[in-house]
């Protein structure tokens, strides 16, 4: 009831008190309706725990073949349209790009109630490749994509042909220094969320303090629900899913996964969630991509790390060529 009253109070706030951000950006409801992303979106409808949902994705189909398939796997703070780049590459060189947006993010479903796990949604990804007859492909996965990734390599090893880590969450397991913080904690972090928090947080996490026009479209996307109705269910989904990533780490797993893999890491990168609530002394052991890449590298069989210097988070938006030209060796061999 107390979460009930909460989306409608936010939605009366959205509605007729929300501030003026002095930006220019569009409000979206709750599935990104008016979003136009990258290629054309299509709808896998499901069941699970009770409830119909629906997963988007977008299927990229190649001019020239080469019989093989890459999923592309988004971050949290993020949806497939991110991807755009990556699969024109990826297509151009002959691969079938599947990009699913997961439920709880993007066009997909925002549930009102879930029980959120990275085996719930690396199955859910599993049965949209079933749909859609694919035996086999290489799982590429990005941020919070890549605990997914690595999820699913776990999980369907005859399935992932390749793993790639794009700087993924999960390198390292926060619970055991960070101190637990309640789903209903997130809930109201999110609703606190502005347009002006989004780029800040992006610009000293994601690109140093050098902001760039490509990079503002991002940061527009992620605000858009903010001052929409629906943004109280969305934010709600937003505290589940920071649940399951701090409570569920894959990191202990590594060295089961039995697919050659990829590890391409931004050296700048420092993300590491619930950092800010510890001491500066903890802190700053946290989030250490150069040393958690290499460290990650020796536990995976068959591990390949590729550290990209000078950049933060997000390779793919931020140095595509640095990020594109390994990838693409790496699925060729």
């Not at 994705?57 to 703070?77: A, C, E, F, I, W």
């Not at 990005?142 to 990734?149: E, L, P, Q, V």
């Not at 992006?202 to 929409?228: M, R, T, V």
Request: net charge positive; proline share 7%.
């Amino acid at each position: 009831m107390k979460r009930t009253f909460l989306f409608l109070l936010l939605a009366f706030y959205c509605c007729f008190l929300s501030p003026v951000y002095g930006q220019d950006i569009a409000t979206q409801d709750i599935m990104l309706s008016s979003y136009k992303y990258p290629y054309p979106v299509h709808y896998f409808k499901f069941q699970t725990q009770g409830q119909p949902l629906t997963m988007a994705y977008m299927d990229v189909q190649p001019s020239r073949p080469n019989g093989q398939t890459v999923v592309l796997l988004h971050g949290k703070n993020f949806c497939g349209a991110y991807w755009d780049s990556t699969a024109a590459s990826l297509s151009n060189n002959g691969y079938r790009v599947i990009i699913p947006d997961q439920i709880g993010f993007g066009k997909s479903s925002k549930p009102a109630h879930l029980q959120y796990s990275f085996q719930l949604l690396a199955q859910n990804t599993k049965a949209l490749l079933d749909t859609l007859g694919i035996p086999k492909a290489a799982i590429l996965g990005h941020s919070m994509g890549g605990m997914i990734a690595t999820r699913f390599a776990l999980m369907y090893p005859e399935i992932t042909t390749k793993l790639i880590l794009e700087n993924p969450i999960g390198l390292e397991d926060w619970k055991v220094a960070v101190p637990y913080q309640s789903v209903d904690k997130w809930y109201h972090a999110e609703l606190k969320q502005t347009y002006d928090k989004i780029k800040q947080y992006q610009l000293d996490n994601y690109y140093a303090g050098q902001w760039k026009p490509e990079y503002e479209k991002w940061a527009h996307l992620q605000a858009s629900w903010i001052q929409s109705p629906d943004y109280a269910q969305v934010a709600w989904n937003a505290a589940l899913t920071y649940d399951m990533i701090f409570t569920q780490p894959v990191y202990y797993e590594f060295p089961n996964i039995q697919a050659p893999t990829l590890l391409i890491i931004g050296q700048r990168d420092r993300t590491a969630l619930g950092k800010a609530n510890v001491r500066p002394d903890i802190r700053k052991t946290l989030g250490n991509y150069p040393e958690l890449g290499k460290e990650a590298a020796k536990r995976i069989p068959h591990a390949t790390l590729v550290p990209i210097e000078g950049v933060g988070h997000l390779p793919h938006i931020e140095a595509y060529t640095k990020f594109i030209t390994p990838l693409l060796d790496f699925l060729q061999h």
